[in-house]
């Protein structure tokens, strides 16, 4: 038994140590694709340079619930492939170590590690989802002329308002050549201005965007209320309160999506009991495709197993896009992308000539 136990540990930790470095290169990757993005907007004026690290975290959080798994899955391929292409696999199993053993360690790794996926999944991704819509939808009801670049159409709410500034003016720290669009309410208001400038109370704190020499715009839809106004001077007041996005389904409690009829919710439910389910599957099925003699080297089944993944995310992408457009319901629903891949599992072992002990 004792044997075992450390056979068991040692097994373990050859996953251990790829799944660390792999999934740590995965999230530098990520965070720094995401940090060229949210600095250009910074730069843009579009997010304040304080919320940066607070998305960035956020947003490598949402990401581990996909990076786990796959990870996961590589290093099981590369782990127990090691083993084998330094014959270390043959050792244990002339030593009287089975198949059987290796499944179960790497069984139980996996299924630890699904527990954490899934706890990521149903309750930490919605939370951090809910965090950067807020921090989102925070920045872009703030307007902030004093940091917006020149030259470029800056597009907020979703396409519901548009700005564009024609020349910034640094000495008095106001924009020439301004033009403003927003929509509400199948009603459009467009502000054209020679000059705009914002400025802030000293005692109430309140923003003001002060318009200098223009005209405004308001079309209806229906033609119903059309009429332009020009103006020598005209003041807006910022939005001061805490702004709250809309209902954001990726952002909803995984209760109120359990109890849910709408298509779109249940296939986002799916998705997140799903992540745990996968988790131990994509584990599994890195044993049959880690075996490799000395010759073909420890990453020799990885292309393999990077193509079985990349077929298997794209059939579970369309299941749920089955799910949410009503092609199939509840039942199948999104399950029959992953019995496909466990079918898969229990096809591979059957196959493999080692595995097939454990028949």
Known sequence: MEFLVIIHRY???????????????????FVSYKSDRYLADVVDGILPANTVISLLFLKATIALEVLLPITLYLSVVIGLGRLYTDSEMTALFACGVSPKTVLRSVFVFSLLLAVLVGTLSLFVRPWAYEKSYRITAQAENDLDFSQIRSGHFYEKNHGDRVVFVDDRDYSETS????????????????????????????????????????????????????????????????????????YKRKAAPTQHLAASTDSYDIAEFQW?????????????????LSRASPRQGKYAKLLTAVIIYAVYYNLVAIARNWVEQGVVGPLPGIWWAHALLGCTVVLWFSLSPREAQLR
Do not use: W
């Open 175 to 246: 924009n020439n050549g301004v033009f403003t669009l927003t929509e509400r309410d199948n009603v459009v208001q467009a502000i054209v201005a020679q000059r705009a400038y914002q400025k802030t109370d000293q005692i109430t704190g309140q923003k003001t965007i002060v318009f200098a020499d223009g005209h405004r715009y308001t079309l209806s839809r229906d033609g119903s209320r059309d009429y332009i106004i020009r103006f020598g001077s005209m003041t807006i007041q910022l939005k001061d309160k805490e702004h709250r996005p809309g």
């Open 11 to 29: 097994l373990t930790r050859e996953i251990l140590k790829p799944l660390i470095a792999v999934c740590s290169i995965l999230i530098v990757i």
């Open 272 to 288: 997140r009991l799903s992540t745990a389910l996968s988790t131990v599957l994509l584990g599994l099925l890195g044993i049959p």
